[in-house]
């Protein structure tokens, strides 16, 4: 992390540890391209090992703005260590250039942060939903989705006890 | 395929290229572009995955997974239950071995309290992993002898899962669903002469492995399937995300038993086969073999298991032992407290992982301190282990498929959360 931020200084928004010892980075949207092939390519770094893409959600965190936070875990095979990436994206502008270039893991994982948090990948060349149906409304990981808003695609029979189980959204 | 057939390198002449082969049998058929579709409900897709495959022939043009049949919106319903209740829904992430998922779970929790769990938990806990991990590779290599045409080497990968899964519900309660463990330890001991009885069992089961080691290892039909078909380099294997027997399969020695070591594992000797040519064969091979140092580390850590107490002393954590509920004041509103409001994970983030039977299975988990996940985000080792198929099996024949996505070993509940 020391030579990212010497290397790539204005492309580092923050860096803190967190609580259990991860350390963390905080990347300016536009240079994360710029930041994970210096990760990857440094003969000193080599995070090549592709962890995972994911996003959370900050609406109803103490720090909400902006609202969401894309997360990257890349590994080290040489390092034997993980490094954890954010970026901060606005709801009004969600959209981080894709890493699929550079990764041929990210294709799949950042279909599935589209696919649960709306999330755009500029760049992505096959950007569909992956787990949901292209039918679907919404993203259902923002925290805005309430948790019984069902969309099925073939009408459910309605039951009784809509507390537990299968049924409809509990408003018929 | 007539397209195809024609070297480039000068203008096409109909007598030598297209038309006049040396022999009939070598002309190329002329064949059209096909699309079948594998799946959701096929036998050899292992759970619900649908493949649009295009065919010419027999050649794989293109491979088009669409997962999600088995979507559950597992992170979704952590983020509205208790610390405690994700638990369950941990189980069916990898069905095949959930208690690797329920102690991948907690270990990510307790990291972000800041826990140490009791060493016998940690014992009890790689014990269970290791079993786990022993029926999910009976389970692989037993599917891929099946669908390579041989049914006996099915029966006994079965037979020896049995034994296990009879010693996973004397453990925990349950054959596949175990909801084991608890944020700071286990949540009941060993049973009495358990110990004794999975002695036994990991004998006979040794008997076994080495019985389908005979039957499939040299056998013609199955090297021949599996040699040299599903390739993938280590070089794209590591930038897909590989990890797990996949990946070692291709010659990195990456395990984070051992690179990183969690829990007691360090304290153990065993080894990490590493294929070499990262085809099914050796993901086959490795597969085998890290049965067997499963079995090593069962025995040393069975010999070696401390007695102890098995989860943490502490009320805001762990349940209070039930006289204390039922007699002190203290012991019922502890009790209350944990059921009706949960754990209080203080807030924080934190991204582990530990060594599934498939790979690295990671955590990132955001706590904001209000007794429930704020976010659960799964890193299935699967996961990046499909998302590769295309990539794997474009270009190479229908029949190949087959076992690639039999050693590969996808399971569908972690890869569609």
Same mark, same amino acid.
């Given at each position: 992390?020391?030579?990212?931020?010497?290397?790539?200084?204005?492309?580092?928004?923050?860096?803190?540890?967190?609580?259990?010892?991860?350390?963390?980075?905080?990347?300016?949207?536009?240079?994360?391209?710029?930041?994970?092939?210096?990760?990857?390519?440094?003969?000193?770094?080599?995070?090549?090992?592709?962890?995972?893409?994911?996003?959370?959600?900050?609406? &109803?965190?103490?720090?909400?703005?902006?609202?969401?936070?894309?997360?990257?875990?890349?590994?080290?095979?040489?390092?034997?260590? &993980?490094?954890?990436?954010?970026?901060?994206?606005? /709801?009004?502008?969600? +959209?981080?250039?894709?890493?699929?270039?550079?990764?041929?893991?990210?294709?799949?994982?950042?279909?599935?942060?589209?696919?649960?948090?709306?999330?755009?990948?500029?760049?992505?060349?096959?950007?569909?939903?992956?787990?949901?149906?292209?039918?679907?409304?919404?993203?259902?990981?923002?925290?805005?989705?309430?948790?019984?808003?069902?969309?099925?695609?073939?009408?459910?029979?309605?039951?009784?006890?809509?507390?537990? #189980?299968?049924?409809?959204?509990?408003?018929? | 395929?007539?397209? &195809?057939?024609?070297?480039?390198?000068?203008?096409?002449?109909?007598?030598?290229?297209?038309?006049? =082969?040396?022999?009939?049998?070598?002309? =190329?058929?002329?064949?059209?572009?096909? $699309?079948?579709?594998?799946?959701?409900?096929?036998?050899?897709?292992?759970?619900?995955?649908?493949?649009?495959?295009?065919?010419?022939?027999?050649?794989?043009?293109?491979?088009?997974?669409?997962?999600?049949?088995? @979507?559950?919106?597992?992170?979704?319903?952590?983020?509205?239950?208790?610390?405690?209740?994700?638990?369950?829904?941990?189980?069916?992430?990898?069905?095949?071995?959930?208690?690797?998922?329920?102690?991948?779970?907690?270990?990510?929790?307790?990291?972000?309290?800041?826990?140490?769990?009791?060493?016998?938990?940690?014992?009890?806990?790689?014990?269970?992993?290791?079993?786990?991990?022993?029926?999910?590779?009976?389970?692989?290599? %037993?599917?891929?002898?099946?669908?390579?045409?041989?049914?006996?080497?099915?029966?006994?990968?079965?037979?020896?899962?049995?034994?296990? =899964?009879?010693?996973?519900?004397?453990?925990?309660?349950?054959?596949?669903?175990?909801?084991?463990?608890?944020?700071?330890?286990?949540?009941?001991?060993?049973?009495? %002469?358990?110990?004794?009885?999975?002695?036994?069992?990991?004998?006979?089961? /040794?008997?076994?492995?080495?019985?389908?080691?005979?039957?499939?290892?040299?056998?013609?039909?199955?090297?021949?399937?599996?040699? #040299?078909?599903?390739?993938?380099?280590?070089?794209?294997?590591?930038?897909?995300?590989?990890?797990?027997?996949?990946?070692?399969?291709? %010659?990195?020695?990456?395990?984070? *038993?051992?690179?990183?070591?969690?829990? $007691?594992?360090?304290?153990?000797?065993?080894?990490?086969?590493?294929?070499?040519?990262?085809?099914?064969?050796?993901?086959?091979?490795?597969?085998?073999?890290?049965?067997?140092?499963?079995?090593?580390?069962? *025995?040393?850590?069975?010999?070696?298991?401390?007695?102890?107490?098995?989860? +943490?002393?502490?009320?805001?954590?762990?349940?209070?032992?039930?006289?204390?509920?039922?007699?002190?004041?203290?012991?019922?509103?502890? =009790?209350?407290?944990?059921?009706?409001?949960?754990?209080?994970?203080?807030?924080?983030?934190?991204?582990?992982?530990?060594?599934?039977?498939?790979?690295?299975?990671?955590?990132?988990?955001?706590?904001?301190?209000?007794?429930?996940?704020?976010?659960? @985000?799964?890193?299935?080792?699967?996961?990046? $282990?499909?998302?590769?198929?295309? &990539?794997?099996?474009? #270009?190479?024949?229908?029949?190949?498929?087959?076992?690639?996505?039999?050693?590969?070993?996808?399971?569908?509940?972690?890869?569609?959360?």
């Amino acid at each position: 992390m020391d030579r990212v931020s010497a290397q790539l200084p204005e492309a580092v928004v923050e860096r803190y540890v967190d609580r259990t010892g991860g350390a963390w980075a905080v990347i300016h949207a536009d240079h994360l391209p710029k930041v994970a092939a210096f990760l990857k390519n440094d003969p000193e770094l080599q995070f090549k090992l592709f962890g995972s893409i994911d996003a959370v959600d900050r609406l &109803h965190l103490a720090e909400s703005d902006p609202r969401f936070e894309v997360v990257y875990f890349l590994y080290s095979l040489k390092r034997h260590e &993980h490094v954890r990436l954010k970026v901060r994206v606005s /709801e009004n502008q969600p +959209v981080v250039p894709t890493l699929t270039p550079l990764f041929k893991g990210a294709n799949w994982w950042e279909r599935l942060t589209w696919d649960f948090y709306g999330i755009r990948f500029d760049g992505h060349p096959d950007l569909r939903r992956i787990l949901l149906y292209e039918e679907f409304q919404g993203h259902p990981l923002r925290k805005d989705y309430a948790l019984r808003d069902r969309q099925p695609l073939i009408p459910e029979r309605p039951i009784k006890d809509i507390f537990r #189980g299968p049924g409809t959204s509990g408003l018929s | 395929m007539s397209d &195809h057939g024609k070297p480039t390198d000068h203008a096409p002449n109909p007598d030598t290229d297209a038309y006049a =082969h040396e022999s009939e049998l070598e002309a =190329h058929l002329q064949t059209k572009r096909m $699309v079948i579709n594998m799946g959701p409900s096929h036998p050899a897709t292992h759970g619900t995955v649908r493949l649009k495959v295009e065919l010419e022939g027999e050649t794989i043009i293109k491979i088009d997974p669409e997962i999600g049949f088995l @979507h559950r919106g597992f992170q979704k319903s952590c983020e509205n239950v208790t610390w405690t209740q994700c638990l369950p829904y941990t189980d069916r992430l990898n069905y095949i071995s959930a208690m690797m998922n329920n102690f991948g779970f907690l270990n990510a929790v307790e990291k972000l309290i800041g826990l140490e769990i009791p060493e016998r938990a940690q014992y009890i806990r790689v014990i269970g992993s290791e079993l786990h991990r022993l029926t999910d590779h009976l389970t692989c290599v %037993g599917a891929t002898g099946l669908e390579m045409g041989g049914f006996q080497p099915f029966l006994l990968g079965l037979e020896f899962r049995e034994l296990l =899964h009879d010693r996973t519900a004397e453990l925990t309660g349950a054959r596949l669903t175990t909801s084991f463990g608890r944020v700071g330890g286990i949540n009941r001991d060993l049973p009495e %002469g358990w110990i004794e009885k999975v002695r036994k069992t990991l004998d006979r089961g /040794e008997e076994l492995i080495t019985e389908m080691d005979a039957l499939l290892t040299r056998n013609r039909i199955f090297v021949d399937r599996t040699k #040299g078909t599903g390739i993938i380099n280590a070089e794209d294997a590591i930038d897909f995300g590989y990890t797990g027997p996949a990946l070692r399969a291709c %010659g990195v020695d990456y395990d984070i *038993r051992k690179t990183k070591p969690y829990w $007691v594992y360090d304290r153990f000797d065993f080894d990490i086969p590493v294929g070499e040519h990262g085809d099914n064969y050796d993901r086959y091979l490795v597969r085998l073999e890290e049965m067997r140092q499963s079995i090593r580390i069962l *025995r040393q850590a069975m010999d070696t298991i401390p007695a102890g107490p098995i989860i +943490v002393d502490d009320w805001r954590i762990a349940l209070p032992p039930k006289p204390e509920v039922y007699g002190t004041i203290e012991g019922v509103m502890s =009790h209350f407290k944990l059921v009706m409001e949960g754990i209080q994970v203080p807030p924080g983030e934190v991204y582990d992982s530990t060594e599934a039977s498939n790979g690295e299975l990671g955590w990132y988990i955001v706590s904001d301190g209000r007794g429930r996940p704020y976010k659960v @985000h799964v890193r299935a080792p699967g996961f990046p $282990v499909l998302a590769a198929v295309p &990539h794997i099996i474009e #270009g190479k024949m229908l029949a190949d498929l087959i076992p690639t996505f039999d050693t590969i070993n996808m399971i569908g509940g972690e890869v569609e959360q």
